[in-house]
């Protein structure tokens, strides 16, 4: 690896030069160390020097590629969204046209993120700790997917192939069940969900069938 240059170098052109090679391993080892520490530990309780020392380079070569701490925090985030928006797609594209099979597709899609890598859960509950400003530009990522989804609940309803109800409610259901894995563990605890990754494994089969169960036509 070719390290940077010492001296401090141009703002406009390292914009450019980010926005080019955003896919060099280099900044991706950041990203996913990135995600890994805040997940695990918290954004407030990582530095740049430990993200530096977990990726074994410096902390000047994490400056290259993100000139803040904020901008990496928005870095990770879009990552995120952007990998999440990828499963989704492709869940969508090899599904069966059953509306019940491509919900369950999704489902499946947006848990298998979690399942492989645990700290996302740990990154969602940060979410929900950052100031407005932050958190909404992820929501900005976000919500096309979610809004996408209520519109295509809606038209397999007032097709009959999936049961009639409120698809806005049925979309806020499911995602208030995934974001309440990290955010609320301690309510699931109470019910006797435990944070480990046959029981994710669980809630997500158990959200798949009341799912399929609620939205099954009625004959």
Known sequence: ???????????????????????????????????????????????LDEIARSVGIRKQTVLYW?????ELVDAVLEAVAA?????????IRSAD??????????IEAVFRPAVRRPALLGLV???SRLPDARADRLRQHVQPL?????????LEMDKGRLRQGDPGL??????????????EPEVLRAVGWKPSLPDLRRLRDELRSF?????????
């Open 1 to 47: 690896m070719v390290s940077p240059p010492n001296t401090k170098p141009n703002v406009a052109a390292d914009s450019r030069s980010r926005t080019i090679m955003t896919t060099t391993p280099t900044r991706q080892r950041i990203l996913d160390a990135a995600i890994d520490l805040f997940g695990s530990r918290g954004v407030d309780a990582v530095s």
């Open 83 to 91: 990998e999440l928006h990828v499963s989704i797609e492709a869940a």
């Open 170 to 183: 049925v979309a806020g259901l499911a995602y208030a069940t995934v974001t309440g894995i990290a955010t």
């Open 146 to 154: 979610v809004d996408r989804g209520v519109d295509y609940l809606r």
């Open 125 to 127: 509950r940060e979410v």
């Open 97 to 106: 046209d059953d509306p019940l099979d491509r919900i369950d597709a999704v």
């Open 66 to 70: 993100f000139p803040s701490k904020d």
């Open 211 to 219: 799912l399929r169960a609620a939205l099954s036509p009625t004959t």
